[in-house]
């Protein structure tokens, strides 16, 4: 098993098959994308398709009852009753006269008669399908399929008018496999137009939904809107089937493309990862890397109290690379211990003497959450004190809030530090998720105020009293502030009328080499006027 998992990450460490991996991954999510919207966009036209058929139909319908309705109040009006030729006249007359009334008939106890011949099929005598105060409807009247067969009829008293099913066809061709349905008491459904269908539907869909249309694996459905609870009219309509538009054949080659550009840029930057990583781990062995010191400043005084060990990478053709660069990249190579003591080994070399001389002195070290999370540097830190015989009160140690992983482990192992003497402290506090609740349990001795809370300060920014109450917060659980980043004088002042003590920032100095800040502390110069800046 330990085997396949080292030939596993040997793989994962090879510049091709990472870029290999991220084309294939890129087109495999840009394809399937593109085939969501396709589908989407097919999903979309079908039900646009059904809901502008619908409206035609509901509209049709509308138009339709309207003038069978008229027409049977104009019969029921008039005063013949019988079959007489007069009779049928009137009936041809109505006909005429109304557009969607394709026959009208008469009809009492012992005859019928109808301005067109009698047709097999068309039954005026079974009892109505839905049977109103005033009208009586039939539905599906004849299921053959001729147009100039009646489909709906309507009845008033002694009189029946009937539309033909062409009145119906002509706003919208169903297509094959596609009913116009009444529904009755939600259970009953006769097929006006197309073939009958089982109600409610098999397949899963939400009956109780407010949505007019309804899509099912296989069918769309479309309840048109009715006055009458007792029914309403659905029109139903297999799908078209999964038709992709042309134009996702075009994101086909377009897809291909940008993952073999995705694929490109991933190889780059990993090569570009794996040089950055190969010189960082020699960096420590060429002399490359350098530790600069920020004072810290009494802000009353102006006293220098002590200072922040900075590391930087120098190249050799000058040019320095950003922490923000190289830290990150060595907490996720593991390389930050090896560098963590190197800071320590280097700054006790460098300064050791200058402690030992002056033991209110102290110096800040950064730590990573790896080595927050366990008891090593406490026990790296004791041989070191050992060796350069300073004290473990002039060592202090800085950990972020993001750094806090676990709490409770945090907790245990820098209390372990604070019982041999070392300080602990918050740093960039407000920046991270550390509740107050959880500071009132960590061991630690003093909070850094962030730079971008100290710059708000004087502003409208919605940052500006974060500063404040961090002090506030942190004079009410008896710890230490020290405020990064201040570069104005106005600044000071505020902090000092706060209650802050100590301060760092350009206003003072910025980050000095070990001569440099031995020349500020042995020459007991005092800051207040002028910068020292960094030469090394």
């Known amino acids: 098993m330990p085997a396949a998992r080292e030939t596993l990450r040997s793989w994962f460490c090879r510049p091709w098959f990472l870029a290999i991996l991220a084309a294939a991954l890129s087109a495999t999510l840009l394809m399937a994308g593109s085939l969501f919207v396709a589908m989407h966009q097919v999903e979309q036209s079908e039900s646009e398709e059904m809901n502008a058929q619908g409206e035609r139909f509901l509209a049709r319908l509308e138009q339709l009852f309207g003038q069978l309705r008229e027409s049977l109040d104009d019969l029921e ?44 099929g068309l039954s005026m005598t079974r009892p109505p399908d839905i049977k109103g105060p005033t009208y009586s409807y039939w539905l599906n009247t004849t299921t053959e399929p001729d147009e100039n067969r009646a489909a709906l009829m309507l009845g008033r008293g002694n009189f029946r ?3 033909s099913r062409g009145h119906l066809t002509d706003m919208v061709d169903l297509p094959p496999g596609s009913s116009l349905l009444v529904v009755l008491d939600g259970t009953r459904a006769i097929p006006v137009l197309g073939v009958s269908q089982v109600w409610p539907p098999t397949e899963p869909w939400p009956p109780k ?22 029914y309403q009219l659905v029109l139903i309509s297999p799908r078209t089937g999964m038709h992709v538009p042309a134009a996702w054949w075009w994101l086909l080659p377009a897809s291909l ?53 900075l590391l930087r990478w120098r190249r050799p053709d000058g040019t320095l690379t950003s922490p923000d660069l190289f830290i990150p990249m060595a907490e996720n190579t593991g390389q930050i211990r090896q560098m963590t003591d190197f800071v320590l080994q280097r700054l006790l ?30 026990q790296v830190m004791a041989r070191l004190l050992t060796l350069h015989r300073v004290a473990a009160k002039q060592i202090a140690f800085e950990v972020t809030e993001r750094g806090l992983i676990d709490v409770v482990v945090a907790r245990e192992n820098l209390q372990a530090l ?39 300060l004087g502003h409208d920014a919605a940052s500006s009293g974060v500063a404040p109450h961090i002090i506030h917060m942190a004079q009410a659980l008896q710890l230490k502030v020290i405020a990064e980043g201040i570069e104005h004088e106005s600044q000071a002042a505020f902090l000092s009328s706060e209650g802050v003590k100590f301060g760092q920032g350009w206003l003072f100095a910025r980050a000095l080499s070990a001569v440099q800040f031995i020349e500020l502390i042995t020459g007991g110069r005092r800051l207040a006027a002028r910068r020292l800046d960094d030469e090394a």
Do not use: W
């Open 77 to 120: 009006a008039q005063p013949l009753r019988g079959c007489d030729d007069e009779m049928i006249a009137t009936l041809q007359q109505v006909s005429f006269n109304y557009r969607f009334v394709y026959e009208a008939a008469y009809m009492d106890a012992s005859r019928i008669c109808s301005n067109r011949p009698r047709q097999e």
């Open 161 to 163: 008018v009937a539309t």
């Open 209 to 230: 939904s407010s949505d007019a249309l309804q899509i099912t694996q296989s069918r769309l459905i479309y309840r048109m809107p009715t006055n009458n609870p007792e």
């Open 257 to 309: 493309v940008l993952a073999v550009c995705v694929g490109f840029l991933v190889l780059l930057l990993v090569r570009q990862r794996q040089s950055l990583d190969a010189e960082l781990s020699g960096a420590i062995r060429r002399g490359e890397l350098q530790v600069l010191y920020q004072p810290i400043f009494d802000l009353d005084s102006r006293n220098c109290v002590g200072a922040e060990a």
């Open 349 to 378: 070399e460098q300064l050791g003497q200058l402690l030992r001389a002056n033991p209110q002195l102290y110096i800040s070290v950064n730590l990573a959450a790896c080595d927050v999370m366990v008891p090593r540097i406490g």
């Open 418 to 456: 604070r019982d041999v003497g070392h300080q602990v402290l918050i740093d960039d506090f407000g920046t991270g998720y550390c509740s107050l609740a959880y500071l009132q349990t960590l061991p630690v001795d003093c909070l850094k105020i962030d730079k971008a809370f100290i710059d708000a």
